[in-house]
């Protein structure tokens, strides 16, 4: 459940920010499957790889965070 949201959010941002799968994850270092299996919620990011993501986004990683 808590990678779904998480997931979802991270969609959401790379999406925001004009960045299809392809280019987004390019720029993460990551497959597109794997980003795939983390924006279904299949997959959980690590945190070093949450940092990447917050760093391509230009935001925090609080931000992208899932809110109770």
């Given at each position: 459940m808590e990678a779904e949201k998480?997931?979802?959010?991270?969609?959401?941002?790379?999406?925001?920010k004009g960045f299809t799968q392809e280019t987004f994850a390019r720029e993460i270092g990551i497959s597109v499957?794997?980003?795939g299996e983390i924006e279904r919620g299949n997959?959980?990011?690590?945190e070093q790889l949450l940092m990447k993501i917050?760093?391509?986004?230009k935001t925090s990683v609080?931000?992208?965070a899932?809110?109770?």
């Amino acid at each position: 459940m808590e990678a779904e949201k998480w997931g979802r959010r991270i969609r959401a941002f790379r999406k925001l920010k004009g960045f299809t799968q392809e280019t987004f994850a390019r720029e993460i270092g990551i497959s597109v499957s794997i980003l795939g299996e983390i924006e279904r919620g299949n997959r959980m990011p690590s945190e070093q790889l949450l940092m990447k993501i917050s760093d391509v986004l230009k935001t925090s990683v609080d931000e992208i965070a899932p809110k109770e």
